[in-house]
């Protein structure tokens, strides 16, 4: 197991306001011990540990950070919130997660276009009415949140108005998210489908309310190409002309009859990935959710484009996808990241997410990649934030960064609380958090230095009560 470097001894200062030029007005000094990942691959030693931290926050960055007693002297008069007790991370990133999937979690037992026909559809079927939608729109919110993702690429619905449901609540909560109208034109169920006029149409009207708005951006996103005829992706291409920075995302190579469908369906792409790359929407701001039966060339064609993969763990063991061949990825220089697939995948918490990764290259054995719990944390922050382009904004607790965090408090005498009494070193406390932590162990989380957690009274003697619901 790698060592661990410890943070900067010293105060580190990022240029900008500071305690000599009469600091400025939102200032906050928070103490905790800090685990994070700052590098640029997820490597087996690149955990990050800061026992008892000092970070300044300024207007939602931060500003400094080192040794508390270091950072205190350069901050004497500022209010400290004392977050020991606990452990703060870096808000998760979830590089795949369907909005409308969040009251069907638990769909077991079926293969994925079983799934889709007897579980997902259906329901998402119910989002063509706006009330519902903005129902379902909350709980998803709520559901991240509370979760501890601060940012998300969410497959959308296929309904305008749902969309702009999700971007609404989304900016309510504060969330940082990127997502689009699904659309499809065929094989799934006729009051799902629209035309590749209508998608541009709905598309661009979608792009110019939201996109670039806060935190908020558009993800063109085809549902995958079984359902997506050759005039659909071009359409999408389209799309994708419609503004700058535009993400692409869909689903790529997730289950082996799905696979052999999309090969039918256009015989003449060299591949699954090729029926996307045929219209120019494999690029640097692409996302392809699961890609668990890649072939070398599609993996060489990802790393050559600068497009990433969401590794969806749960949900390939749920519906049976099979095993992500996460060492292909990474040899072939494609960068990976997590997303929970909700409601394929079995919940929001990128801390079961990792833990599962860590067990599918387990039990593939020689093939498989012995993930430490850095590698774990990498890919649920930093490798996410690189992914959907924010890794100069998010991912990590450094000097720079905007304060997305998560603050994991384990209940008092529950095992997480027990195991982390006596951890032998960071490694080992972080590996028993990405096995025991669930939801339920995240008090406080922040996105660019804002409480979006029911708020917390982060009183000045570090205890942490709930602020009492009227
Ligand atoms: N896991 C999953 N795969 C898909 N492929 C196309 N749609 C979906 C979906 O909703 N979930
Ligand atoms: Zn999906």
Redo the contacts with the bound molecule.
């Keep these: 197991m790698g060592g661990v470097r410890h943070g900067a001894s010293s105060a580190t200062r990022r240029p900008g306001p500071g305690p000599d030029d009469g600091g400025g007005t939102n200032v906050t000094l928070y103490r905790a011990t800090v685990l994070d990942t700052p590098g640029d691959l997820p490597t087996a030693d690149g955990l990050r540990a800061s026992e008892d931290c000092g970070l300044v926050v300024h207007d939602g960055i931060i500003t400094f950070r080192g040794d508390f007693a270091g950072v205190r002297a350069a901050f004497p008069d500022e209010e400290v919130v004392d977050l020991r007790g606990g452990v703060l991370l870096p808000g998760f990133v979830d590089t795949h997660v369907?909005y409308p999937?969040v009251r069907v979690v638990g769909g077991l037992g079926m293969p994925?276009l079983d799934?889709?026909r007897e579980c997902?559809?259906p329901e998402?079927l119910s989002l063509a009415d706006p009330v519902y939608a903005h129902g379902v729109a909350r709980d998803f919110l709520s559901g991240l949140v509370h979760a501890g993702t601060t940012t998300a690429l969410v497959?959308g619905s296929h309904f305008a108005d749902a969309v702009d449901a999700l971007f609404t609540e989304a900016e309510t909560v504060g969330l940082r998210i990127t997502a689009g109208l699904v659309v499809s034109d065929r094989l799934l169920a006729p009051g799902l489908h629209t035309t590749p006029a209508a998608a541009l149409r709905d598309g661009e009207e979608l792009v110019a309310r939201w996109h670039g708005r806060g935190r908020l951006r558009y993800a063109v996103s085809p549902?995958?190409a079984?359902?997506a005829s050759e005039a659909m992706l071009e359409s999408c291409a389209a799309l994708m002309d419609a503004a700058p920075g535009l993400w692409f995302t869909?689903?790529l190579n997730?289950?082996v009859d799905?696979i052999e469908h999309v090969n039918r369906l256009f015989p003449g792409a060299a591949d699954y990935l090729g029926t996307y790359d045929a219209h120019g929407l494999v690029n640097a701001r692409s996302v392809l959710?699961?890609n668990v039966h890649p072939s070398a060339a599609e993996l060489g064609v990802l790393a050559g484009a600068g497009a990433a993969v969401a590794h969806?763990p749960s949900?390939n063991s749920a519906?049976g996808?099979g095993l992500f061949p996460l060492r292909d990825h990474l040899d072939a220089g494609v960068r990976v990241a997590l997303g929970t697939?909700v409601?394929?995948?079995t919940g929001f918490s990128l801390l079961k997410e990792g833990l599962q990764a860590y067990f599918v290259q387990q039990l593939l054995g020689p093939d498989g990649l012995t993930l430490t719990p850095a590698h774990l944390l990498h890919l649920a922050t930093r490798s996410g934030a690189l992914a959907l382009g924010l890794g100069d904004r998010v991912g990590d607790l450094g000097v720079g960064r905007e304060f997305d965090a998560v603050r994991l408090h384990p209940r008092p005498g529950s095992t997480l609380d027990v195991a982390l009494r006596h951890p032998k070193d960071a490694t080992d406390a972080l590996a028993k958090i990405f096995t025991l932590g669930t939801p339920a162990d995240i008090d406080v989380v922040w996105v660019a230095g804002q409480v979006v957690t029911a708020p917390a009274q982060l009183s000045r003697d570090g205890s942490l009560s709930p602020m009492e619901t009227t």
């Design positions: 369907h999937q994925l799934w889709l997902a559809l998402e497959f549902r995958f079984l359902s869909s689903h997730e289950n799905e959710a699961h969806c949900s519906l996808s697939d409601g394929a995948g």
